[in-house]
């Protein structure tokens, strides 16, 4: 018996609850232990309307569930037809209903649980934007507040831009955030 990231497939809308449930039966011991964490897959993402930014939580995998168990060599079809009799729940994904569920490989959670915050990195809130090059923008934070510029460079991956902003008759290339602007 190992320990691996299983992942269940859901009602898209229906995670919370599913997540819930899945919660409650393990508090009651109605899955043997076997289930040690559940994770609705999900992300900080930067809202920016009418000039206002606001943080806000979405998922990213939306009618999938990641459920982290110790499935044993034998008994495995009891905590497995648990879970898949809750309702809203359509099974685990890539088995059928008499096969043992795989888990994903190591890589894939740890690249899930990194986006979700539960593996601390480096990370950034995503923006929910998408800028252009050439797009005109209102800087809204920081020393160019209030300073219009066009868009030179856009990299999505890091979330920033490079904007160019007339400074003193002069167009100066400015780094910034997707957070630090909004549009025209």
Not at 23 to 47: F, W, Y
Not at 99 to 123: N, V
Not at 150 to 174: C, D
Request: proline share 4%; aromatic share 8%.
């Amino acid at each position: 018996m190992a320990k691996g990231w299983y992942v269940l497939q859901t009602f898209t809308g229906h995670e919370g609850k599913v997540e819930k449930y899945i919660r409650m039966m393990m508090a009651d011991n109605t899955l043997e232990g076997t289930v040690s964490e559940v994770k609705v897959p999900s992300e900080e993402v930067i809202e920016i309307r009418n000039g206002k930014k606001r943080t806000v939580n979405r998922k990213f995998l939306p009618g999938y569930i990641l459920v982290e168990m110790d499935l044993p060599d034998r008994g495995w079809k009891v905590p497995c037809n648990a879970i898949r009799r809750i309702q809203s729940v359509t099974g685990f994904v890539g088995t059928g209903l008499n096969s043992k569920p795989q888990p994903i490989s190591a890589d894939e959670a740890k690249t899930i649980l990194q986006k979700t915050g539960a593996i601390k990195t480096e990370r950034r809130a995503r923006s929910k934007q998408d800028y252009k090059v050439g797009e005109e923008v209102r800087i809204i934070e920081g020393p160019f507040e209030s300073f219009k510029g066009t868009i030179e460079v856009v990299n999505q991956e890091k979330g920033k831009l490079r904007v160019m902003v007339g400074i003193f008759g002069r167009a100066t290339p400015v780094e910034l955030t997707f957070a630090q602007v909004d549009r025209g």
